[in-house]
């Protein structure tokens, strides 16, 4: 079994900053992709960034040049660093990954996402 738990989400004044980690567990042989996704009531879920294990980034345009998205492969864990926080950046941000994982002996590729948690962008 792969869980993805992720942490760092509260409430943060206009122009603050947050960082969001995700650490992926269980018997995982290798992470290809992981990513950062955000949810606000009576919307799709909606990617924000995502980085390769090769290291190779995307960003919405309305994160580019604030958020920041970068992994450790040793670590299986993802952070999101969210500077120059604005109101509509508030959502419940989940996190993804594309794991290969072993399973009675076979390498099974799956995509997972964590729990979710709040980010409150609030005066």
């Known amino acids: 079994q792969v869980q993805l738990v992720e942490s760092g989400g509260g409430l943060v004044q206009p122009g603050g900053s947050l960082r969001l980690s995700c650490a992926a567990s269980?018997?995982?042989?290798?992470?290809?992709?992981m990513g950062w996704y955000r949810q606000t009531p009576g919307n799709e879920r909606e990617l924000a960034a995502g980085?390769?294990?090769?290291?190779?980034?995307n960003y919405s345009n309305s994160v580019k040049g604030r958020f920041t998205i970068s992994l450790d492969n040793a670590k299986n864990t993802v952070w999101l660093q969210m500077n120059s926080l604005k109101p509509e950046d508030t959502a419940v941000y989940y996190c993804?990954?594309?794991?290969?994982?072993?399973?009675?002996?076979?390498?099974?590729?799956?995509?997972?996402w964590g729990q979710g948690t709040q980010v409150t962008v609030s005066s």
């Open positions: 980085i390769t294990s090769g290291g190779i980034t």
């Open positions: 269980g018997s995982i042989v290798s992470i290809r992709r």
């Open positions: 993804n990954a594309d794991i290969q994982k072993l399973t009675l002996g076979r390498v099974i590729s799956g995509n997972y």
